[in-house]
């Protein structure tokens, strides 16, 4: 599986972007896509998952503020609006069908 992260850029606060991110190679089996980011200095961190039948999960930090979303078995959506500056981070893509497949992170970036 390989997997593909676009939609990052330079935003100011209370702006909005939408990452996406498409899989390719054996996709079929996919049950749980997810958007991590890490920030400078910080460990990577769970932001938001999506599981096979829909079900989703987000920190606390982005409740409100961020939608994940599937329109198919290969892309995932990363909806933010409301962005902080604390926001700021390189997003990684991941999905899992037997082992962990990551993405090669966009970078968002949410100036004050």
């Known amino acids: 599986v390989q997997l593909q992260a676009s939609g990052g850029g330079l935003v100011e606060a209370g702006g909005s972007l939408r990452l996406s991110c498409v899989a390719s190679?054996?996709?079929?089996?996919?049950?749980?896509w997810g958007w991590y980011r890490q920030a400078p200095g910080k460990q990577r961190e769970l932001v938001a998952s999506i599981m096979i039948g829909g079900r989703t999960n987000y920190a606390d930090s982005v409740k409100g503020r961020f939608t994940i979303s599937r329109d198919n078995a290969k892309t995932v959506y990363l909806q933010m609006n409301s962005l902080k500056p604390e926001d700021t981070a390189v997003y990684y893509c991941h999905a899992h069908i037997v082992a962990d497949y990551w993405g090669q992170g966009t970078l968002v970036t949410v100036s004050s």
């Open positions: 190679g054996i996709t079929f089996g996919i049950n749980v």
